[in-house]
């Protein structure tokens, strides 16, 4: 079941491509997605944002986080261990959102616990056709939990 009204999501975008970033930033302003954004660009940035360690010390929790595999400093597949090894962090999902489709690095996301594996698509059609179908899914079919005192 869908709600007419999608609830605001704070989402996490782990890239360094400043291309990607924009490019996302604008699918999902096409598709209408009520968000509250944050892009950090390298793996131990977004374990800093999401330990609240540094210049984010009043950082949100998000909601989801959307993450890239190849990131400088720390892989993403690093952070994804990190955080899903972390009680206090362990519940966000982690939708991966990255160019590999190498069957190696799916398999690793999702013993990883990934919530998802997303190949991003070439064609700019077919991207923004990804993020719109993200969106609605996030933002009205799935169920995130309610983090009480974190």
Same mark, same amino acid.
């Given at each position: 079941?869908?709600?007419?009204?999608?609830?605001?999501?704070?989402?996490?975008?782990?890239?360094?491509?400043?291309?990607?970033?924009?490019?996302?930033?604008? +699918?999902?302003? $096409?598709?209408?997605?009520?968000?509250?954004?944050?892009?950090?660009?390298?793996?131990?940035?977004?374990?800093?944002?999401?330990?609240?360690?540094?210049?984010?010390?009043?950082?949100s929790r998000p909601d989801l986080i959307l993450l890239d595999l190849n990131l400088p400093k720390k892989s993403g597949? $690093?952070?994804?261990?990190?955080?899903?090894?972390?009680?206090?962090?362990?519940?966000?999902?982690?939708?991966?959102?990255?160019?590999?489709? +190498?069957?190696?690095?799916i398999t690793r996301a999702y013993g990883l616990h990934a919530s998802c594996y997303v190949t991003k698509p070439a064609d700019l059609d077919d991207l923004f056709r990804v993020i719109a179908i993200m969106a609605k899914f996030w933002s009205n079919t799935a169920k995130l939990p309610q983090v009480i005192g974190l």
């Open positions: 079941m869908t709600s007419e009204h999608p609830r605001t999501l704070r989402l996490l975008h782990v890239e360094d491509n400043i291309g990607d970033v924009r490019l996302v930033a604008e +699918a999902l302003k $096409e598709a209408g997605w009520v968000h509250q954004s944050v892009v950090v660009s390298d793996g131990i940035e977004a374990l800093d944002y999401l330990r609240r360690r540094g210049q984010y010390t009043n950082a597949l $690093e952070v994804l261990a990190e955080i899903k090894s972390d009680t206090r962090l362990g519940h966000i999902p982690v939708a991966v959102f990255t160019t590999s489709s +190498a069957p190696l690095d």
